[in-house]
């Protein structure tokens, strides 16, 4: 601030009841999974908010992968979904989400205390989806060996209210995977237990997609052009070991302290002695990537390397290749008779008819290795049924259509096989002369793939201009400090504690004496309400007296990249509900 500054204007909005709103504002977004229509909710609400504030905006699009659930559903004997409960899958075991048959499983739903197998007594693992508690669910691997074909957990609210600690989440992780399993595992919410003893059905399918998310900057300019500005920084989304369950209440604390801090801070427009840059982040649980790819657009050490290219250089080659594809697209109507010419044109085009041609025998391959497995499945029959081999003549024996159909299948699709693969090595105009250049759809297969390099190449030249937008924004401050906000709420006892660091062993001394200095500021503007821990050039090496509680935290990329970075946490509570379908709004104190 300059020597003009005053408080007034700042103590004025900055309030319990105006955070608590706040608070709520962020809850009404929905679940916040990357992604997720809840993201990009809460996007557009900082944007707006943003906006409201007198704040320059600017984005920058970057993908994550996450897990979608495209149908999940339980349904009575007649295939009815049940009107009152909703199931939710587990997050994916390792790379494996989960993917039950087109017609789902069918079982009998039956109640136990816990996942133990005596408990299964008197029932057919094979024809039983057990039901049971959140924290109940200790044994399941128990359950999948014998071959029950599901688990569904109910959250037990009677078993909330009487918890020693109310700030215990349920155990959640009980039934989560550790490492690759299919077993399908289920959250159910509404009353199941009325279902119990009934057959009931259940479809399921999960996918990995690769969402575009947005990093969203607002800068509040001061009272003339700044060598230097204050960084605050948070991350807007949230996960959950249930993925379509992730209300993050916790993790919005410090969203929600971003978004007051700009509204508070909005009055000073033009008045402060520095800028003060507002940044709240995507992909907090994809390996922190809005951070990442925020210092990808911020840092230089890169263009040290021998294989640099600069953005600009990036752009050209992705608007040559975005050029060759709209060509590609042009011939897809006329393959096989239009000339693909020379020079790049003809390398990018030789590439990607590659990739089609291969695309279309690794498809006949799969049908051929598909008929052979249903062929062996059947015994290895070698003559339809009533074809008695011994009486037959071998004329008869050698005719095909005495042959059994899963044979005769078999040996189809493998001839099918052998012509995708020769069709690789032929020239286009010959290729194009064939009838399985119909039949396979060469021209169509061509056009796909020429749709998806489009899409691609242009979400590339995207992100490139968002990158550039960034480096832009911060290119006149020669030197930035970064607050990174991970607040959380004290839980039930209202601990009054905070941490200042990094995140990263032996900080050294880039970080002090700011780190010191920053610490003794907090203390004395809450009126040393807040004991303020920090461990100076330790930072994340902790002190026996004081031990670091925290882990990789969000300013270590700030750090990592040569900016001065610091992290705003709670000391003692950290929070066991984050990243669990129990960490609503509801249950902060």
Same mark, same amino acid.
């Given at each position: 601030?300059?020597?003009?500054?005053?408080?007034?204007?700042?103590?004025?909005?900055?309030?319990?009841?105006?955070?608590?709103?706040?608070?709520?504002?962020?809850?009404?977004?929905?679940?916040?999974?990357?992604?997720?229509?809840?993201?990009?909710?809460?996007?557009?609400?900082?944007?707006?908010?943003?906006?409201?504030?007198?704040?320059?905006?600017?984005?920058?699009?970057?993908?994550?992968?996450?897990?979608?659930?495209?149908?999940?559903?339980?349904?009575?004997?007649?295939?009815?979904?049940?009107? %009152?409960?909703?199931?939710?899958?587990?997050?994916?075991?390792?790379?494996?989400?989960?993917?039950?048959?087109?017609?789902?499983?069918?079982?009998?739903?039956?109640?136990?205390?816990?996942? %133990?197998?005596?408990?299964?007594?008197?029932?057919?693992?094979?024809?039983?989806?057990?039901?049971?508690?959140?924290?109940?669910?200790?044994?399941?691997?128990?359950?999948?060996?014998?071959?029950?074909?599901?688990?569904?957990?109910?959250?037990? %609210?009677?078993?909330?209210?009487?918890?020693?600690?109310?700030?215990?989440?349920?155990?959640?992780?009980?039934?989560?995977?550790?490492?690759?399993?299919?077993?399908?595992?289920?959250?159910?919410?509404?009353?199941?237990?009325?279902?119990?003893?009934?057959?009931?059905?259940?479809?399921?399918?999960?996918?990995?997609?690769?969402?575009?998310?947005?990093?969203?900057?607002?800068?509040?300019?001061?009272?003339?052009?700044?060598?230097?500005?204050?960084?605050?920084?948070?991350?807007?989304?949230?996960?959950?070991?249930?993925?379509?369950?992730?209300?993050?209440?916790?993790?919005?604390?410090?969203?929600?302290?971003?978004?007051?801090?700009?509204?508070?801070?909005?009055?000073?427009?033009?008045?402060?002695?520095?800028?003060?840059?507002?940044?709240?982040?995507?992909?907090?649980?994809?390996?922190?990537?809005?951070?990442?790819?925020?210092?990808?657009?911020?840092?230089?050490?890169?263009?040290?390397?021998?294989?640099?290219?600069?953005?600009?250089?990036?752009?050209?080659?992705?608007?040559?290749?975005?050029?060759?594809?709209?060509?590609?697209?042009?011939?897809?109507?006329?393959?096989?008779?239009?000339?693909?010419?020379?020079?790049?044109?003809?390398?990018?085009?030789?590439?990607?008819?590659?990739?089609?041609?291969?695309?279309?025998?690794?498809?006949?391959?799969?049908?051929?290795?598909?008929?052979?497995?249903?062929?062996?499945?059947?015994?290895?029959?070698?003559?339809?049924?009533?074809?008695?081999?011994?009486?037959?003549?071998?004329?008869?024996?050698? %005719?095909?259509?005495?042959?059994?159909?899963?044979?005769?299948?078999?040996?189809?699709?493998?001839?099918?096989?052998?012509?995708?693969?020769?069709?690789?090595?032929?020239?286009?105009?010959?290729?194009?002369?064939?009838?399985?250049?119909?039949?396979?759809?060469?021209?169509?297969?061509?056009?796909?793939?020429?749709?998806?390099?489009?899409?691609?190449?242009?979400?590339?030249?995207?992100?490139?201009?968002?990158?550039?937008?960034?480096?832009?924004?911060?290119?006149?401050?020669?030197?930035?400090?970064?607050?990174?906000?991970?607040?959380?709420?004290?839980?039930?006892?209202?601990?009054?504690?905070?941490?200042?660091?990094?995140?990263?062993?032996?900080?050294?001394?880039?970080?002090?004496?700011?780190?010191?200095?920053?610490?003794?500021?907090?203390?004395?503007?809450?009126?040393?309400?807040?004991?303020?821990?920090?461990?100076?050039?330790?930072?994340?090496?902790?002190?026996?007296?004081?031990?670091?509680?925290?882990?990789?935290?969000?300013?270590?990329?700030?750090?990592?990249?040569?900016?001065?970075?610091?992290?705003?946490?709670?000391?003692?509570?950290?929070?066991?509900?984050?990243?669990?379908?129990?960490?609503?709004?509801?249950?902060?104190?």
């Amino acid at each position: 601030f300059n020597e003009r500054y005053s408080e007034a204007a700042l103590l004025g909005v900055l309030n319990q009841h105006g955070f608590a709103e706040r608070l709520q504002q962020i809850a009404q977004q929905g679940s916040r999974l990357p992604g997720s229509p809840g993201a990009y909710r809460t996007e557009a609400l900082i944007a707006e908010s943003f906006r409201a504030a007198g704040l320059e905006v600017v984005t920058r699009e970057l993908p994550v992968t996450v897990p979608v659930t495209e149908v999940c559903e339980i349904a009575d004997a007649q295939g009815r979904p049940l009107p %009152d409960v909703q199931l939710y899958p587990y997050r994916p075991a390792g790379l494996l989400p989960v993917a039950l048959p087109p017609e789902g499983i069918t079982a009998n739903l039956a109640l136990m205390e816990a996942t %133990d197998l005596p408990y299964l007594t008197g029932q057919s693992p094979t024809g039983t989806i057990v039901v049971t508690y959140v924290d109940s669910a200790e044994s399941w691997l128990g359950l999948a060996a014998v071959g029950v074909p599901a688990l569904i957990v109910r959250e037990d %609210d009677l078993g909330a209210l009487v918890k020693a600690n109310p700030d215990d989440p349920a155990a959640w992780e009980r039934a989560n995977a550790q490492e690759e399993l299919t077993f399908p595992r289920f959250v159910a919410r509404g009353p199941i237990e009325k279902y119990a003893g009934q057959r009931v059905t259940i479809r399921c399918r999960v996918v990995w997609q690769e969402k575009i998310v947005r990093n969203v900057l607002g800068i509040l300019r001061g009272e003339k052009p700044q060598s230097e500005a204050l960084v605050l920084a948070a991350h807007y989304d949230s996960n959950s070991i249930v993925p379509d369950l992730a209300p993050g209440a916790e993790e919005s604390i410090g969203l929600a302290a971003l978004l007051e801090y700009g509204r508070a801070l909005a009055p000073y427009r033009g008045t402060l002695a520095r800028d003060v840059v507002f940044v709240a982040s995507a992909g907090r649980g994809q390996t922190y990537a809005g951070t990442t790819r925020l210092m990808e657009s911020l840092e230089t050490f890169t263009a040290k390397r021998e294989d640099y290219r600069s953005v600009a250089e990036r752009q050209q080659a992705q608007r040559l290749a975005l050029q060759h594809v709209e060509r590609g697209l042009a011939m897809a109507g006329q393959l096989g008779t239009a000339a693909v010419g020379d020079g790049d044109f003809r390398e990018w085009f030789a590439r990607e008819w590659a990739v089609v041609t291969g695309e279309i025998n690794l498809a006949r391959r799969e049908e051929a290795l598909q008929a052979r497995l249903e062929y062996l499945r059947a015994g290895s029959p070698v003559y339809r049924a009533g074809f008695d081999p011994g009486r037959a003549s071998d004329a008869e024996r050698k %005719d095909p259509a005495n042959s059994h159909p899963l044979l005769q299948a078999y040996l189809v699709a493998k001839e099918c096989e052998g012509r995708s693969a020769n069709a690789m090595t032929l020239a286009l105009p010959e290729l194009a002369r064939q009838a399985d250049f119909v039949r396979w759809d060469y021209a169509g297969q061509w056009r796909k793939r020429c749709e998806r390099l489009q899409a691609w190449h242009a979400q590339q030249l995207r992100e490139l201009e968002g990158m550039l937008a960034v480096r832009a924004a911060f290119a006149p401050y020669e030197r930035t400090l970064t607050l990174s906000l991970e607040l959380f709420s004290g839980g039930m006892q209202r601990r009054k504690d905070m941490a200042v660091l990094v995140g990263t062993k032996n900080a050294g001394n880039m970080v002090e004496p700011q780190i010191s200095e920053l610490a003794t500021l907090l203390r004395e503007k809450s009126g040393e309400a807040f004991q303020v821990v920090h461990w100076g050039a330790r930072d994340a090496d902790g002190s026996l007296e004081k031990p670091n509680r925290h882990g990789h935290l969000e300013a270590v990329p700030w750090h990592q990249c040569g900016f001065q970075a610091f992290t705003l946490t709670n000391y003692e509570f950290v929070p066991g509900r984050v990243g669990t379908p129990d960490d609503t709004v509801e249950q902060l104190p």
